[in-house]
């Protein structure tokens, strides 16, 4: 996993570093550099870079120097002069290299437009020549942050730039991944420039940290991981087939419904074991996990207390996720892992569902908490994991209960609840974004091909 610090964080490192302040520097421009000219700043091309008076600025006289002595024609717009030592060093050796300095002003032709003003250090009140150049159509490859962009929330308060890729040093930020920092950083580059350390406050989940079990070659159906979806009331049934099914295609080995629709659920899906909720309280200790809630109307909830009282792994979703539930869920040795959108978590947790409440919901209650949107937080009350993958194609009806049916398989399948959670959010995300290359997403369609991605 890669951590991702707190701006504040990264600032302390930045301040404890006792390196060469100039060849870190040196490096941070070079990346910069590289990163213009894998957008096309090569020979002849016309760039300009908008310099602050710090070191973000001290880093884009240097991007502006190389770039140089790559053939393209690069000029750097000072908002003020450098004020930063090292920052006025970097300037000088750009100037001796024939980089043309000049004052901000109107905004002029370019092929490229590097933002090396703030870093994400300035958030309101930008000077008006500032905020003409966010109107920009030219691409911007912003320095650390976008300007305009709050570096620890990801919040922008009035203006930011838009940038295609955004070049940070050392370590992911909290603004790159957190509220409208993916929507304006772009492409996010970690570059290595010397300057290591610092606690993370989350994690940013990758493929290696989303493991999918191997079955054995003895397994059974009924050893190769048991699901049952208890949901399904009437006018729902349809979300509880979409979590049966997902879980069956992610790789469980026998999926049941529990449901007081039985009948549809087979006629819609018979491949599906179904029964009734009492059957199912009766025949709990067939099964590895239990998924209560897709297609659970509140009439119903009174019926299945009794499975939460009696299953060994829950995963709450949909009419599941209520506080009376999760507290009969989490009661006793019961592992739970619950699955909120937004507006769930509020009224379940009394607060937004920011990286800090949902780390103490989850560490409160004892449970795996799977905060859904993009990106999707998943913490067990330790720090939160963060998953990227996927997309506004999975902004469509069902496609969460497909995301529980995969939970629930992996759960069974061997994993840890958090480990669950984690690679199922990583894979549903994936799929999401593999299906919507050819065709529109649709729960029904996504529930059968996350199947390409069970093993």
Known sequence: MKPILTAEEYRRVDQAYTGDMDQAMDRAGFAVALAGARVGAGYGKRVVVLAGPGNNGGDGYVAARYLR??????????????RAPEASRAAALARDRGVPIRDLAAVTDA????????????RSGLPPEVVAWMSTNVPVLAVDYPTGLDPSTGDVDDRAFRAIETVTFGALKTGHVRGQGPDHCGRVTVADIGIEGGEASMWLAEEDDAPRPPRTRRAHKWSAGAVLVAGGSTGMVGASVLAARSALHFGAGSVAVASPR??????????????????????????????????????????????????????LDAGGIDASMLDAAAEGPTEVVVTPHAAEFQRLAGVGGGAFSVRAHAHRKGVVVLLKGNPTLISDGSEPILV???GPELAT????????????????RGLDARSAAVSAAYWHGVAGADLAKGATVTADALARHVGRFAW
């Open 388 to 390: 990227r993958t996927g």
């Open 111 to 122: 092929d490229l437009v590097i933002d090396a003003l703030f870093g994400g250090g300035s």
């Open 262 to 315: 039985a009948d549809l659920v087979t006629a819609a899906a018979p491949e599906l074991l179904t029964m009734s909720f009492e059957e199912a309280e009766e025949r709990l200790d067939r099964f590895d996990v239990v998924i209560v809630g897709p297609g659970l109307d509140e009439n119903d909830r009174d019926a299945v207390m009794a499975i939460l009282g009696k299953a060994s792994r829950v995963l």
């Open 397 to 412: 009806i069902g496609t969460g209960d497909v995301l529980s049916g995969m939970i629930g398989a992996l759960w069974a």
């Open 69 to 82: 002595r790559r053939g393209a024609a690069v000029e750097v717009h000072a908002l003020t002069a450098p």
